[in-house]
């Protein structure tokens, strides 16, 4: 089939290479030249795992453009994975989506047939972009009607393992209010719903899956499942961090709270991490866009919002926990080993890193930091002097007064201790994700600080 993914980011990059390599025709179209040559040159412009190696597998039938005329050339389905941020009052910024949506009523062809929306956008949404495509079936392009059915298929993508949850993932959502989008979305997806296909080397089939399950249903439910889902996820994230906030009240161990609660099979252990909290590009918008839509209806979403107020609070927190152990933090020399907001990825929207970063240099401190991927990227955000960076973690260690781990990369669990004890100036660990040996570290000398424990 001949598929144009409009957007060749997190979501488009990584589900439209895992459609060519089940055999189908794909055209990436991107208004960001950047992003394409560097792609027409077999160069991936983000961290993802396994996009490269996918990339190489699938050459011959991928394409990259930012020409939408030739993009949408012979094209049946369209793909929408454009971002939607949010914008200064919460609501999701539909510019991008609404300007994609403008050039495929354009430039659609006489064999263009579904749209199917893959970027979160407001519920209801989805009957907007219906008629900003459909407005005029007599385009200049076309000769006689061409009515195009819209199809919402919500991404549940992680960052760091987005090719492995589009070949396997926990369910597949279809959406449409027209029988003939539900069947065609759905039949395309058949290879992943019956896993009949065969599964890349770098990528492996988990053991018993045969079946994913696919939900379908109209496009309204569709677009608010996505919502929901990140929603609780948020709220799951948020309510652990207030018990462990508790624990430490209490003289508790989260972790041992976590585990306790989280084999029972109505709560499940994922998600059930305490920290300094959620960030990137979906929870904090999501949960966000969810409370100003409810607004637009009367209702007050209370859970949600104490999420986001927990959620935000934790990154002062663990500030005002390493105040507790060193004083004033002015001329302090603060190490923070991680960036991005999570392992195995670049992306540093809303990561907890940042904010807990300007809160140290409000304070007064000089900061040092380290990201095995995310570094020079976030180096190249900021101008500030009192800002250093390295490569070699180690170097970033010297002569800090306390170390933050943020991100929970495998480099920082296997530090040399001992020589991170020899190289700092003081001894204060402040574990923002309960990822380090505790014991190891007490045990070396630290004053270790973890999250609830």
């Given at each position: 089939m001949n598929i144009a993914i409009v957007g060749?980011?997190?979501?488009?990059?990584?589900?439209?290479?895992?459609?060519?390599?089940?055999?189908?025709?794909?055209?990436?179209?991107?208004?960001?030249?950047?992003?394409?040559?560097?792609?027409?040159?077999?160069?991936?412009?983000?961290?993802?795992?396994?996009?490269?190696?996918?990339?190489?597998?699938?050459?011959?039938?991928?394409?990259?453009?930012t020409d939408y005329k030739s993009g949408?050339?012979?094209?049946?389905?369209?793909?929408?994975?454009?971002?939607?941020p949010a914008d200064e009052n919460g609501k999701p910024?539909?510019?991008?989506?609404?300007?994609?949506?403008?050039?495929?009523?354009?430039?659609?062809?006489?064999?263009?047939?579904?749209?199917?929306?893959?970027?979160?956008?407001?519920?209801?949404?989805?009957?907007?972009?219906?008629?900003?495509?459909?407005?005029?079936?007599?385009?200049?392009?076309?000769?006689?009607?061409?009515?195009i059915?819209?199809?919402?298929?919500?991404?549940?993508l992680r960052e760091g393992s987005a090719l492995y949850d589009t070949f396997y993932p926990d369910r597949i959502v279809v959406g449409s209010d027209e029988i003939n989008g539900i069947e065609a979305v759905s039949q395309l997806y058949s290879p992943i719903v019956n896993q009949n296909f065969t599964p890349p080397s770098f990528l492996q089939r988990p053991n018993g899956l045969s079946a994913v399950p696919i939900v379908t249903t109209d496009l309204c439910s569709a677009e608010l499942i996505k919502y929901a889902a990140n929603a609780f996820l948020a709220m799951k994230i948020s309510f652990i961090n207030e018990i462990a906030n508790l624990c430490e009240k209490v003289g508790g161990d989260i972790n041992e709270v976590a585990k306790g609660?989280?084999?029972?099979?109505?709560?499940?252990?994922?998600?059930?991490?305490?920290?300094?909290?959620?960030?990137?590009?979906?929870?904090?918008?999501?949960?966000?866009?969810?409370?100003?839509m409810a607004k637009e209806y009367g209702l007050k979403l209370h859970?949600?919002?104490?999420?986001?107020?927990?959620?935000?609070?934790?990154?002062?927190?663990?500030?005002?926990?390493?105040?507790?152990?060193?004083?004033?933090?002015?001329?302090?020399?603060?190490?923070?080993l991680g960036l991005s907001f999570k392992p195995n990825t670049d992306d540093l929207r809303d990561a907890p890193a940042i904010d807990i970063i300007n809160k140290l240099l409000s304070e007064g401190a000089y900061v040092k930091v380290h990201d095995p991927v995310s570094l020079q990227k976030f180096l190249s955000m900021t101008n500030k002097s009192n800002i250093y960076g390295n490569t070699d973690v180690y170097k970033v260690i010297e002569g800090c007064d306390a170390v933050f781990v943020l991100t929970e990369w495998d480099i920082y669990?296997?530090?040399?201790?001992?020589?991170?004890?020899?190289?700092?100036?003081?001894?204060?660990?402040?574990?923002?994700?309960?990822?380090?040996?505790?014991?190891?570290?007490?045990?070396?000398?630290?004053?270790?600080i973890g999250v609830g424990r």
């Open positions: 060749a980011g997190y979501v488009g990059l990584p589900t439209g290479l895992a459609l060519a390599y089940l055999g189908n025709d794909i055209v990436f179209i991107d208004v960001d030249s950047e992003k394409i040559e560097l792609l027409k040159k077999g160069k991936i412009p983000f961290y993802e795992p396994y996009l490269n190696e996918m990339l190489n597998l699938t050459k011959d039938n991928v394409k990259f453009t949408l050339k012979n094209i049946s389905i369209v793909f929408i994975c454009v971002g939607t910024n539909l510019t991008n989506i609404k300007a994609v949506a403008e050039m495929i009523g354009e430039y659609r062809t006489k064999k263009l047939e579904y749209v199917v929306n893959k970027s979160t956008v407001p519920i209801g949404f989805g009957k907007m972009l219906h008629n900003l495509i459909n407005k005029d079936h007599t385009s200049k392009h076309i000769k006689g009607k061409n009515y059915t819209v199809v919402s298929n919500p991404e549940f609660i989280g084999l029972d099979s109505r709560i499940g252990r994922k998600f059930l991490n305490a920290g300094i909290g959620w960030g990137g590009s979906c929870f904090g918008k999501d949960t966000s866009a969810l409370i100003e859970m949600i919002e104490a999420a986001r107020i927990v959620n935000y609070n934790q990154r002062t927190i663990i500030i005002e926990k390493l105040k507790t152990q060193i004083g004033n933090l002015a001329n302090k020399s603060i190490g923070i669990k296997e530090l040399d201790w001992q020589m991170v004890k020899r190289l700092m100036r003081g001894n204060v660990v402040i574990d923002g994700r309960n990822a380090l040996n505790r014991e190891l570290l007490i045990k070396s000398g630290f004053i270790y």
